[in-house]
């Protein structure tokens, strides 16, 4: 949102500061100023001149030589310019002054000094200047020459030596405010200067709206029909004939101008005046292109086509807004209007709208046809339906000023539901309470009574305007109270309450220990991004009918890289590896906690399963078992440890396919891990064997504990027994430990394979291995006979696996 500070003066007469101390106090009550920038800032000692004769150059064919009257004196300026003539007044700056920029239109930084100088040997002591050297140009400033000095016009009422900067509504400043989308009302002038009233306590005054109209009657213009009054709180009209297109008065071009608005004709100009000054958009149609002089305003069709103002054609569906005669759609509620009603220098009767739209719809209906506009953005807000009949009045009283037309009397205002003022219960210990103040009632109505929040002493409430629709609760009084009476003035406060014994909840205890443990296995952790290209199902060697394919499409994406919620995080983590070894760090290790997204069924009926997954990736230093050995470290130190299993047949496409396995708990798959298959590093661009671990949280949650029970030191001493197999190749550790688990019952307590051997010394097809067993009781000391009993259950349940002792 910007403004003039000259705008803002119109509505608070008395505000009398420089721009850096409007900006300041402005930000401190609430209005964020986020800049602002002097119209005049490179401009000096530019005055009104006139022209009062003209010679032609001795020495030049395209060069004259005026004499200009300046107010105290006449000066010699020698001009190139071909639209000079006698009596004309236009801008001269003086020897040491400065312009913003060249003839041309560019602008210099600081600006450029003039010097008193010779021109082909005849005496110039100044310069005549165009609207680009002043730092503006001819779309503010229509009426000035495409290639010469500005003129002021005959009736401007300027006279020589007169301020040209300030002739010309260039001594002003542009303010740029950063408003949240709860101060609706701040997206207008009136808005703004109802807070600077606030803020430098001085008066408010809004602008005099007279009646207007004739003694006709709209309706026998027009018919209004709401077939969308969900969409449309409110709605109206006012009919205007006899129209007459002219430039609007100097004054609303200034103002406009110095709002960045370019003046068009008087017709135009008033509706956006009147937008920036009520922040109600307005929309005038030619009445006479209007088909059965009807409006109604309803949905559109499904597949629906529109062409705007601007030209562009869109396809509408029945969630879009439309404005329609009786025949066709002649505009984008809310957007824009339709080519097929647009002014022309040929309009004769004109219809006015001021309507209110639903906010949420606009913003989705322009983001859906991929166009917005000023009136748009207002729109989206939400606006006061209250608002409207002001807006149009102001509108009218504009037109009859300026003698545009002939208002119609009366007005078409559909309006089934009023809004009404909300109201919010005083309570001013509780306010105090929660600035940590010691304010006074008295003094908080005062604050509230500033911005026109009243107060009703029979029910105790506070009376929001409608304008102010931020207002709904006792902390949005508090927020009033507070910066009216200055957050820097608000004392340093302990907090004050009871304590209370909090913890972290069981899933975030489990994924700080994800941490911990991978921090302190040397891991880093990484955040990748949740949105991905499709191409990574090629990239990961997926089949194209495994399940990870079927992804959920993101249905406004950045671009196709990232169009679709990933199915798994292992392209993220090999994104981020892959950029490590770009970039040649070495022995990188990685991991990631973040979702993955499993949709339930496609398309979407329902909200995907968001599923957990700690992942882990590395490379260099390390192997499969050093990653296996980080896996198995978390899950001990969550507690599961005692039924932890691999399978081999793991059928992962992206990892080695002899180098990966399930990772199984209690019978349930819980994740895996392997080494990544060397094609897949090598479309990651990485150079290195490269391992990844991935645990499915949701899978772990269940079976995790932080419960431990404590066990004294054995009183009783333990037995060791090695024992030596050769073992059939197709068998696996894991199944030979559960077999020697269960031969040496309670008394096993501890069992480690110290030898794995495979060559001459053993048959084809066998393995040697040779485990470490330890038994203990710890009730009693062992006998031979306990260890003997042990020893023999372990040998026979080998031996029915085919595995025989090694001799």
């Not at 679709?564 to 290790?589: C, D, E």
């Not at 398309?603 to 990736?617: A, H, I, K, N, S």
Request: hydrophobic share 35%; net charge negative.
């Amino acid at each position: 949102m910007n403004t003039s500070l000259s705008w803002i003066k119109m509505y608070v007469p008395d505000l009398d500061c420089s721009a850096q101390e409007y900006c300041d106090a402005m930000t401190l009550s609430g209005t964020k100023v986020e800049g602002f920038t002097r119209l005049d800032r490179d401009l000096e000692k530019i005055v009104v001149g006139k022209i009062i004769s003209l010679e032609k150059h001795p020495d030049s064919d395209h060069l004259v030589i005026c004499q200009v009257d300046i107010g105290e004196k006449n000066v010699q300026i020698v001009t190139g310019a071909p639209n000079a003539v006698v009596g004309m007044l236009t801008p001269v700056v003086l020897p040491g002054g400065r312009v913003a920029g060249g003839h041309d239109g560019t602008l210099t930084e600081g600006g450029i000094k003039i010097h008193a100088g010779k021109l082909r040997g005849v005496d110039s002591d100044g310069m005549m200047c165009s609207i680009e050297e002043l730092g503006s140009s001819r779309e503010f400033y229509p009426e000035a020459p495409e290639n010469g000095i500005y003129a002021f016009a005959e009736n401007s009422g300027v006279k020589p030596g007169d301020d040209a900067v300030h002739a010309l509504g260039l001594d002003d400043v542009n303010i740029e405010y950063e408003i949240t989308s709860n101060r609706v009302d701040c997206y207008s002038v009136i808005g703004i200067a109802r807070e600077a009233a606030a803020t430098f306590d001085k008066k408010f005054v809004l602008p005099e709206v007279t009646p207007t109209g004739n003694s006709e009657d709209v309706n026998d213009y027009i018919q209004v029909e709401v077939e969308a009054p969900e969409l449309c709180p409110r709605y109206t009209a006012r009919v205007v004939k006899n129209i007459k297109l002219a430039p609007s008065p100097v004054w609303m071009q200034r103002r406009l101008a110095a709002n960045g608005i370019r003046p068009i004709n008087n017709v135009v100009d008033i509706t956006n005046y009147v937008m920036e000054e009520y922040g109600q958009p307005m929309h005038a149609y030619d009445l006479d292109t209007i088909s059965g002089h009807k409006i109604i305003v309803k949905r559109a069709q499904d597949g629906e086509k529109f062409t705007t103002l601007d030209g562009n054609e869109y396809t509408l569906d029945h969630t879009i807004l439309t404005i329609n005669d009786a025949e066709k759609a002649v505009g984008l509620a809310g957007i824009m209007g339709g080519e097929n009603s647009m002014i022309t220098d040929q309009v004769h009767t004109m219809l006015f709208e001021a309507a209110c739209f639903d906010g949420t719809n606009i913003r989705l209906s322009s983001r859906k046809i991929g166009h917005q506009t000023d009136a748009s953005r207002k729109f989206d807000k939400g606006l006061d339906p209250n608002n409207a009949m002001e807006a149009m009045n102001r509108a009218c009283q504009l037109i009859e000023e300026f003698s545009a037309g002939e208002v119609v009397g009366g007005a078409i205002d559909i309006y089934p539901v009023k809004r009404e003022e909300s109201r919010v219960l005083f309570e001013p210990d509780k306010i105090n309470s929660l600035l940590g103040t010691a304010l006074s009632a008295k003094q908080m109505l005062d604050y509230l009574a500033k911005v026109e929040l009243r107060y009703d002493e029979k029910t105790n409430e506070i009376v929001a305007p409608t304008f102010r629709q931020d207002i709904h609760r006792c902390c949005d009084i508090a927020e009033e109270v507070a910066r009216f009476f200055g957050y820097n003035n608000i004392p340093t406060t302990l907090p004050r309450g009871e304590a209370t014994t909090g913890k972290l909840s069981f899933k975030n205890r489990v994924e700080a220990k994800a941490r911990d443990v991978a921090e302190y296995c040397g891991f880093s952790q990484g955040m990748c991004y949740s949105f991905e290209s499709p191409k990574v199902f090629d990239r990961l060697l997926l089949p194209q009918d495994d399940v990870h394919r079927r992804a959920i499409q993101i249905s406004n994406p950045l671009g196709e890289d990232f169009s679709v919620m990933r199915t798994t995080s292992v392209n993220g983590m090999l994104v981020s590896l892959s950029t490590n070894y770009n970039r040649r760090n070495k022995n990188v290790r990685l991991y990631e906690l973040g979702n993955i997204y499993i949709p339930k069924s496609l398309p979407l009926t329902e909200l995907p399963d968001e599923r957990m997954q700690f992942t882990l990736g590395m490379y260099g230093e390390g192997d499969f078992y050093d990653m296996k050995g980080v896996a198995e470290e978390f899950l001990g130190q969550i507690g599961m440890h005692d039924r932890l299993e691999y399978d081999a047949e793991a059928g992962k496409p992206f990892l080695h396919p002899g180098r990966q396995a399930n990772i199984i708990y209690d019978g349930k798959i819980i994740g895996f891990l392997g080494e990544v298959h060397p094609l897949v590093t090598r479309s990651y661009g990485i150079g290195e064997r490269t391992y990844l671990a991935v645990l499915d949280f949701p899978e772990i949650l269940p079976f995790a504990t932080f419960d431990r029970k404590y066990h004294g030191i054995a009183r009783f001493p333990a037995v060791s027994r090695d024992l030596s197999m050769v073992v059939p190749k197709n068998i696996q550790a894991a199944d030979l430990e559960k077999v020697i688990r269960q031969g040496g019952g309670a008394i096993l307590e501890e069992l480690s394979l110290f030898d794995i051997y495979e060559g001459e010394q053993v048959k084809d097809g066998y393995k040697s291995m040779a485990y470490s067993l330890v038994f203990r009781s710890r009730e009693r000391t062992l006998e031979e006979a306990d260890i003997n009993t042990a020893m023999n259950r372990i040998l026979k349940g080998l031996s029915d696996m085919g595995i025989e002792l090694r001799q």
